[in-house]
């Protein structure tokens, strides 16, 4: 069946393996550092304005997301990285979340969605969340938020420049995108449903 993301809708919050889903659907699972966006993308591909919480607080960085889309496949909305203002216990939290997920849920991604910020070069962390997806063997498809904020003449020199950061080769998908504007919506999108077929 395809996605189109008409109905998107919150299922649960896990903040540990026992609050994993595995009931076989398709899971897309969406990685970002801290205010790149990544509340905003989901809110755009849902349609809707505040599904996934914008500007979340530091407090709700180690829980897990999923939202079930088209009743068919989940949308995983993995906890952000890289804030500042987090205190050690809690980057710890996030680390084993991060390794049961990776471990335990392996054959179970469907599709990595790791969000980058298109105006900077891809962070230490997005590299590593990069390379956990990479080693689950799932798909993966790196989507450049923020378009909206770059010249036209800017958008080809950043985006070689994620490529080259994150070791991407032409045939790796790279979404330009912009969840203020709608931009790369459509792509996205289609590319998801490219992935279950
Ligand atoms: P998250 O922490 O990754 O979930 O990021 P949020 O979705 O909360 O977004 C962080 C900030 O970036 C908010 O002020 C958003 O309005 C803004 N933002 C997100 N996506 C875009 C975009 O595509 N263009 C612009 N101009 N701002 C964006």
Redesign the pocket.
């Known amino acids: 069946m395809a996605f189109r993301f008409t109905n998107v809708e919150f299922v649960r919050s896990a903040a540990n393996r026992s609050g994993f889903l595995r009931d076989g659907r398709p899971q897309f699972a969406f990685a970002?550092?801290?205010?790149?966006?990544?509340?905003?993308?989901i809110?755009r591909l849902a349609g809707r304005k505040n599904l996934?919480y914008?500007?979340?607080s530091p407090g709700k960085t180690t829980q897990i997301n999923y939202f079930l889309v088209d009743q068919s496949a989940y949308l995983v909305d993995l906890p952000?990285y890289g804030y500042a203002k987090v205190s050690k216990a809690e980057k710890e939290r996030w680390g084993r979340l991060m390794e049961n997920y990776f471990q335990d849920e392996g054959g179970l991604i469907t599709v990595g969605v790791l969000?980058v910020d298109i105006r900077h070069k891809p962070t230490a962390n997005d590299l590593i969340m990069h390379d956990w997806f990479r080693q689950t063997g799932c798909p993966e498809i790196v989507v450049a938020?923020?378009?909206?904020?770059l010249k036209k003449s800017q958008v080809e020199p950043a985006l070689a420049l994620i490529r080259e950061t994150l070791e991407l080769t032409e045939e790796d998908l790279l979404v330009p995108?912009?969840?203020?504007?709608g931009q790369g919506k459509e792509e996205l999108i289609n590319l998801l449903n490219k992935a279950c077929q």
Not at 145 to 149: E, F, W, Y
């Open positions: 970002g550092r801290s205010n790149v966006g990544k509340s905003s993308v809110n996934a914008v500007g979340a952000g969000i938020n923020k378009l909206d904020k995108f912009s969840a203020e504007k």
